[in-house]
């Protein structure tokens, strides 16, 4: 386990800041503790410093993980997010896509969003700008095409559960090219998604 | 007569008798190969086949010397004086040759002494290895005002070194915010050695063309209708491209 260095930092920062963009502050700059980013075994954990001197006591050989891991770096030196990071980051994003809960599943699978199964999406998406992907599901209005606004959340209706985050994307269209394309068109790329929790149980740190 | 086959051999230092023996003033004094005896009345040799004392192996008298234990083996303690002094001469034999290898394989002491007409790198290396033959290799020599602070590592700067595990937290949260704020400004942050890079290629460019020129005006309209193709095709496109590139890494980057 060894802090990051310059160049890694700025690889992860600049990987972070694509889905957060300015908010990275506020996760290395926290009110309620020290946190801070080590890397162990090329993958970064993201921990509080009470957990670093507890793991620091640790042999390497023996510990598995120290923290919250947010990613790895690849054998070329990339960054590459994974979805661990998911709770840290969804609070603090900046571009949000929901997906309807009937394509919901097939993105949990892996798959990329399609047009059809976009429910709706930050206004000013750029293209290439890394979301986290929202479910929609038991949202009583639900329309094809994005929309800014609820709109009238209707009398009776029960009210709808916070929408949760299903993982990570990158749009693939800017949003206004998103009111536009067919819909068949991939619209956000798929990145990770909570399904990975299962399918790669072996591999998840 | 043929030339030497190997090289002549080298000199070694003295032996511990030869230091001695320098000391005392001692000579070697030369022997005659043979010794006049008495018994056998002619010259016989000083050692080996029919020697001058007897035949050491026929000796079958023994006394036992005044102040000696009577119930000892003469025999036995010859046997055994003589094997003593054979191990003990093997020994120094050794000892010597070991001295001798030892002493020419160490760094020669000559550059350490200081003559005057040495120059800077000379001295330099000459220094650190003054610091470093000490029991604890110049871990706890002081320094001269002039001389870095940080010794020079061992492996010659090849190992990476990372900040350590739970060093400074505070500071290393205030390096991160300032990376963050450099990344996040627009403007470009000024890297020197790029910038110098750069200059320096630029004048070499500028210097380059200056000569051109003058060799164009030199060679006249001929010169320069063949000169011309030469120039835009191959040196200018490439001076181009990574100024170019450089420019697009620096804008991206910001």
């Not at chain 2, 030369?30 to 010259?43: F, G, I, M």
């Not at chain 2, 010794?151 to 190992?159: L, Q």
């Not at chain 2, 290393?172 to 990344?183: G, V």
Request: hydrophobic share 30%; aromatic share 6%.
């Amino acid at each position: 386990m060894r802090p990051l260095t310059e160049a890694e930092t700025r690889a992860v920062f600049e990987k972070l800041g694509k889905y957060i963009g300015e908010n990275i502050q506020l996760l290395v700059d926290r009110p309620d503790g020290t946190y801070c980013f080590r890397l162990h075994r090329d993958r970064v954990y993201y921990l509080s410093e009470k957990l670093l001197k507890l793991a620091a006591s640790v042999p390497r050989e023996s510990l598995v993980a120290p923290g919250t891991c947010f990613g790895k770096f690849t054998k070329s030196q990339k960054f590459r997010l994974s979805v661990t990071a998911l709770d840290f980051l969804a609070p603090y994003a900046k571009y949000k896509v929901w997906v309807k809960p009937g394509s919901e599943q097939s993105f949990l699978y892996g798959n990329h969003v399609l047009k059809s199964g976009l429910g709706r999406i930050t206004e000013n998406t750029a293209q290439y700008q890394g979301v986290v992907v929202y479910s929609m599901a038991d949202v009583p209005l639900v329309s094809a095409g994005p929309r800014r606004g609820w709109g009238g959340q209707g009398l009776g209706h029960p009210p709808s559960p916070p929408p949760r985050p299903q993982g990570f994307g990158v749009a693939a269209k800017s949003t206004q090219e998103c009111r536009k394309v067919d819909p068949l068109a991939i619209v956000v790329f798929h990145q990770a998604d909570v399904g990975e929790y299962v399918r790669n149980e072996d591999t998840l740190t | 007569r043929l030339p030497r086959e190997k090289p002549p051999p080298k000199p070694r230092p003295p032996t511990r008798w030869e230091q001695f023996a320098r000391l005392k003033g001692i000579r070697r004094k030369k022997k005659t190969s043979l010794v006049w005896d008495e018994q056998a009345k002619e010259w016989r040799r000083r050692w080996g086949y029919r020697r001058a004392g007897g035949d050491p192996s026929r000796a079958w008298l023994a006394e036992v010397p005044a102040g000696a234990d009577p119930e000892e083996d003469q025999f036995a303690r010859l046997r055994r004086e003589k094997r003593e002094r054979v191990a003990r001469n093997e020994l120094n034999r050794l000892r010597n040759l070991a001295r001798a290898h030892r002493a020419g394989s160490a760094v020669p002491a000559a550059p350490l002494h200081p003559t005057g007409h040495q120059d800077r790198d000379e001295l330099r290396t000459v220094a650190r290895v003054a610091r470093v033959s000490t029991a604890s290799l110049g871990r706890f020599q002081p320094r001269l005002p002039k001389e870095s602070a940080e010794p020079p590592s061992r492996s010659g700067g090849k190992k990476r070194r990372f900040e350590p595990l739970l060093g400074n937290l505070a500071a290393e949260r205030s390096r991160q915010l300032e990376l963050l704020r450099d990344m996040g400004s627009k403007k470009p942050v000024l890297d020197i050695t790029r910038a110098v890079n750069k200059q320096l290629r630029q004048e070499e460019a500028e210097a380059a063309a200056a000569n051109k020129g003058k060799k164009q005006s030199k060679r006249g309209k001929r010169g320069r209708r063949q000169q011309r193709p030469g120039r835009s095709g191959k040196k200018s496109g490439a001076r181009r491209q990574p100024q170019q590139q450089k420019k697009a890494a620096g804008g991206g980057s910001g």
